[in-house]
């Protein structure tokens, strides 16, 4: 486990456990909380001292989409099943690729690096909700940049879970989290699929190839056996279909390694031109749109299934 000990200031810690500030500097100088004199409470802390009960919100369903491959559809799965999702739900969008292809289709500005946030190499972790940036309604965006690409080699142990402490917060305030992951195993990887309760792995049909798929099958099996218990696997998903005879064949051979979904994603011209035109997919074609809201709800179906 990792240490949890994120700091936060008077305001941060009160949103943090679901008060307001007056009700909060009551409790805490009642409690003698450790921090209450100097203003900063560690996260740690904050978790011995307030009930769960107290937190604001959801206990958030986070999901990693990864396949080690390049080219299979990773960040347009997660962008417009985040999308969907948002359509019922709050969802966080968590741009975890170096490439940070989900962050420039929304935003133009510069970009805070999320490496700066997150305790690597000895620095001190800060709170991440400030780079979080609304997208839509109910669709927040936490945005990447290249500075990601540093996080290499783990230098402690807790360097393995610096992405689940870091987004600890933010579980109560979102009911599903996907991370857009990026296309290689590594200590970035890692530390997505150690944060997330399942994962996802989209597969593209026009190019399909085992290749790779038993190595992430192992890598997520040492995970599940080493240092996240709770992940689960949701499946695999046939992305860029387009009619194909050998469906079933293609399907077949990724169920050696996951389950495969019966939603497929239909190649469409009009997911490259929302991207060009940095837009929702659903205000440029309802119908494909349609499509991630039928993968929506079977992810939904089977998180269901998981929890109960």
Request: aromatic share 10%; with cysteine.
């Amino acid at each position: 486990m990792g240490n949890f000990d994120t700091i936060f200031d008077l305001e941060e810690a009160a949103k943090f456990v679901g008060l307001d500030l007056e009700d909060f500097q009551n409790r805490v100088s009642n409690l003698k909380v450790p921090g209450w004199k100097t203003g900063e409470f560690k996260q740690s802390i904050l978790l011995k001292y307030f009930e769960s009960s107290n937190m604001e919100g959801f206990d958030s369903s986070v999901i990693a989409v990864s396949n080690q491959k390049g080219g299979e559809g990773k960040t347009t799965i997660s962008l417009y099943l985040a999308e969907a999702l948002s359509e019922n739900h709050k969802v966080l969008l968590i741009d975890w690729d170096p490439q940070a292809n989900a962050t420039h289709l929304f935003l133009r500005d510069e970009i805070p690096s999320i490496m700066d946030y997150l305790g690597y190499r000895g620095k001190k972790s800060k709170n991440i909700e400030p780079i979080i940036r609304n997208i839509s309604n109910n669709f927040d965006l936490l945005p990447s940049n290249l500075e990601l690409a540093n996080l290499t080699t783990p230098y402690e142990r807790d360097d393995f879970e610096l992405l689940k402490e870091a987004i600890l917060p933010l579980r109560s305030r979102y009911e599903y989290i996907i991370i857009d992951c990026p296309p290689s195993l590594g200590l970035i990887l890692e530390n997505a699929l150690i944060c997330a309760d399942y994962i996802l792995v989209p597969i593209q049909t026009r190019a399909f190839s085992l290749q790779g798929i038993k190595d992430l099958y192992e890598t997520i099996q040492k995970i599940q056996r080493k240092a996240n218990q709770r992940l689960r696997l949701l499946g695999a998903v046939l992305n860029q279909y387009e009619g194909q005879k050998a469906l079933a064949g293609l399907a077949e051979g990724v169920k050696k390694y996951f389950p495969v979904f019966e939603t497929v994603i239909q190649r469409r011209e009009s997911i490259p031109q929302a991207q060009a035109k940095m837009s929702l997919l659903s205000k440029i074609d309802l119908t494909t749109m349609k499509n991630f809201r039928e993968l929506a709800t079977e992810v939904k179906g089977k998180i269901y299934v998981e929890k109960n």
